[in-house]
């Protein structure tokens, strides 16, 4: 398969721009231009920028040339980069920003440069070059998983003919499979997209998509129902909505339907594991009982209520240890559905993972952290639902001193500390949204906790 | 402090925008987040909050209010403005009067 770059450049349109606040990049000259791709022929690359631009003119640069790519997501912790370093053999960090790295990573260090028309044709470009993605929802060591190009645009048709060209945009960072699945549609189709940075406060973001005439707009769940409440987004007019990495339910595609009446609103399942699964443009939640058995590029199956995915666009494997797929090739996805009615409907996940808003949450990692308190005896931590970001982390507490929960004051004093100590130790979405005490909390007969009776 | 006292003899709408006010600024205060002044006009995508926070605040409404109109399929909207977001509450606070 041609390198990202040469796909770019076979586009009639390559004079298309990636859009980030303060920084504009031609993709013909990203295409074209040397870069550092040329330096790193061959090679095993850390791409840890701070910027969701930078990640992107990496890419572009480095497919084709490199061994390897270990795509960084803006919130891997420092502390893991040693491990990944050593897991994916890592031999040289690609940044725009080399002030932002920490320091003693022990590795050569590849600036990123301003793009320009350069003799990129005469280096070979067509390495099988392996992009290594973070899974979403590990605990303790990151875990990455091995993409190739092919397989990562696999779910990505040719823009139909004679249409106008389109315009993305993303509410994912491209860092992440959802992100990218955005990128990667706007790059091999020519066409422009806007990016965003973490810094970039969510009205100004809308209002920066609208100026650049925004058409396709992907995100989660989470994000369209903030989409819904700005005011900004009326002054969007998109042809085409995505919402991907969660489920999505009636209301929020309803909505979405009455406020932008003109536009093709599609959700998709898809996993950084396994690749996009499906899409579903019937603008129904759930997807159709038929899709389950059907031949195709992609096969699902369900057994004991999740979801198995046999496909060419699912990751080839971990690096490292861990088994990705069965002996029959299908991966399967934790998630767990209902059939009713000829629909599939998704109800959560298997293991109990909690998705507040896309990012997932280990309930037995927050249990873990509740009860290092003096006072907590025991902890139990559970999905609730949410109409804003699918779910929030909610905790049940048994206290070491039931009779603790008698005094007002010494609850809620117990409750602020508690919380204080889950926001020292655990991001904003990690922290329960909801606190209970209770008087026990019950047991199975294997001694484990009882996480099933609701 | 009068301020955080839910009256519990105030008429129910009364009732309603004080519990929202304070998961509004108990929220925000959770969060270390910095909430703009709770005006009816207040766009709440500028309010300082972020989605998480506006999850929270309807979780704690759910137990405090019994109300859940978010996920009520026929009258959901997104409101825009915090008077929006209170009209929401309070028109299911009616809806379960009635």
Redesign the interface.
């Known amino acids: 398969m041609a390198s990202l770059g040469a796909r770019i450049a076979a586009r009639p349109h390559a004079d298309a721009r990636l859009e980030a606040p303060g920084l504009s990049l031609n993709l013909g000259d990203l295409a074209h231009g040397e870069g550092v791709g040329a330096e790193l022929a061959g090679r095993s690359v850390l791409v840890l920028t701070s910027s969701q631009i930078g990640a992107a003119q990496a890419l572009i640069e480095l497919d084709g040339r490199a061994r390897r790519l270990v795509l960084c997501p803006p919130d891997l912790a420092a502390e893991h980069l040693p491990y990944v370093i050593a897991e994916a053999g890592i031999e040289a960090v690609v940044t725009e920003d080399p002030d932002q790295l920490p320091p003693d990573l022990g590795l050569p260090v590849h600036r990123l440069r301003p793009p320009a028309a350069g003799a990129r044709a005469d280096a070979p470009d067509d390495l099988a070059t392996e992009w290594l993605m973070f899974t979403s929802g590990t605990t303790g060591k990151p875990k990455m998983v091995i993409h190739s190009l092919a397989a990562l645009t696999g779910a990505i048709a040719p823009p139909p003919l004679g249409e106008p060209r389109a315009v993305w945009a993303t509410f994912y960072d491209i860092r992440r499979y959802g992100g990218l699945q955005a990128l990667l549609r706007a790059l091999t189709g020519g066409c422009a997209m806007a990016l965003s940075n973490a810094s970039e406060p969510f009205a100004d973001r809308l209002e920066r998509f609208a100026q650049l005439g925004v058409t396709h707009i992907s995100g989660t769940a989470s994000h369209w129902r903030l989409v819904l409440m700005s005011p900004q987004a009326s002054a969007l007019s998109p042809a085409y909505l995505r919402l991907s990495g969660e489920i999505a339910d009636q209301a929020v595609l309803d909505r979405l339907k009455d406020m932008f009446p003109e536009a093709r609103i599609v959700h998709a399942y898809a996993s950084t594991e396994a690749g996009v699964g499906f899409e579903v443009d019937d603008g129904m939640e759930g997807f159709p009982e038929s899709f389950v058995g059907r031949d195709g590029p992609v096969e699902l199956r369900v057994v004991d209520g999740s979801l198995r995915i046999r496909s060419a666009r699912a990751a080839s494997g971990y690096a490292g240890a861990g088994v990705l797929t069965d002996a029959e090739g299908f991966v399967d996805t934790g998630d767990m559905l209902e059939l009713k009615d000829g629909r599939w409907r998704f109800v959560g996940r298997r293991s109990g993972i909690i998705n507040v808003g896309g990012l997932k949450v280990h309930p037995e990692e927050v249990e873990a952290v509740l009860n290092r308190h003096p006072a907590v005896r025991m902890s139990r931590v559970r999905a609730r639902r949410s109409p804003i970001t699918g779910s929030v982390v909610s905790a049940e507490i048994a206290l070491d001193d039931p009779l603790a929960m008698n005094s007002p004051e010494l609850e809620s004093a117990l409750r602020a500390s508690i919380l204080d100590l889950c926001r020292g130790a655990l991001p904003p979405h990690k922290t329960p949204a909801i606190l209970r005490f209770v008087e026990r909390l019950e047991m199975t007969a294997g001694g484990k906790l009882e996480r099933t009776n609701v | 402090m009068n301020e955080t006292v839910i009256d519990t003899r105030a008429p129910a709408t009364d009732r309603v925008r004080r519990a929202v006010t304070v998961a509004f600024e108990a929220t925000a205060a ?3 987040r910095t909430l703009a002044p709770l005006a009816d006009d207040l ?4 309010s300082g909050l ?3 926070c ?3 605040i ?3 409404l759910e ?1 405090e209010l019994g109300l ?1 109109p ?2 009520d ?1 026929d009258d ?6 915090f008077a929006e977001f209170v009209q929401l509450y309070e028109a299911a606070a009616q809806r379960q009067a009635d």
């Open positions: 959770s969060q270390t766009v709440l995508v500028d972020d989605s998480l506006f999850a929270i309807v979780a704690q137990d859940d978010f996920s399929l959901a909207f997104f409101p825009v403005c």
